[in-house]
């Protein structure tokens, strides 16, 4: 089972939560009704385990405390409208690595990308963030691998998706990779999502070029 860690934290941006967790919650959901085990297991953690407030003020409560996290095989960073704020805060910096360490795929939504650009993750790799963040996160990372207007990058460990709904691309990318394409076409249908499994782009098709 695919043990799949979503981080949360205050001022988090709603949908970058909620995309991830509903696809891959719905994926598991799909898999066990047509017979199947248990295939995600889905945790939303945060700093300390305590509640967080969301960007307009949707409360939300963690599982866990990242500190009770000893597994990770996905770790989703979500992003915020606040994001200097929040890449400024040691507890989620802190939260950050550590669960970068744990996991076997770290991805980010929207502009969670800046959380990992501060951790060196995206160092000489491809990426994305929102569309208005691409030539600011360039900047500060002095990387001209941003990709705009793509709903998720794969770089094979770290996997980046452009803003807001683009999280939910990503996810159902995410459970493509992890349990194949006819599950992830159930899971977009389930959700009543127009997914296109072909719109990212994937560090072999850059290598391709």
């Given amino acids: 089972m695919n043990r799949v860690v979503i981080l949360v934290f205050e001022q988090v941006d709603l949908l970058d939560v909620g ?37 307009g003020g949707m409360g939300l409560v963690p599982q866990l405390a990242v500190s009770e996290v000893d597994q990770a095989d996905v770790v989703v960073v979500p992003g915020a409208v606040a994001i200097d704020a929040v890449c400024a805060s040691p507890e989620v910096a802190d939260a950050v690595a550590a669960l970068t360490r744990l996991a076997t795929t770290t991805a980010s939504v929207c502009t969670g990308a800046f ?3 501060d951790q060196g993750a995206l160092d000489g790799l491809p990426w994305t963030t929102h569309f208005e963040d691409v030539a600011g996160l360039g900047q500060r ?12 990058v794969d770089a094979g ?53």
């Fill in 141 to 152: 990372i002095s990387s001209d691998k941003g990709l705009e207007r793509v709903r998720w």
């Fill in 115 to 117: 959380l990992l650009a």
């Fill in 19 to 55: 995309g991830p967790y509903e696809v891959f919650l719905t994926a598991d959901r799909l898999h066990q009704r047509s017979g199947g085990s248990p295939i995600f297991e889905v945790i939303v953690a945060s700093p300390d385990g305590e509640p967080v407030t969301s960007f």
């Fill in 157 to 209: 460990a770290v996997v980046t998706a452009g803003g807001l709904s683009n999280g939910l691309a990503m996810s159902l990318h995410l459970v493509e990779r992890l349990a194949g394409r006819e599950l992830a076409v159930a899971t977009a249908t389930q959700i009543e999502y127009d997914w296109d499994p072909d719109d990212g782009f994937t560090l072999r098709q850059q290598s391709e070029s």
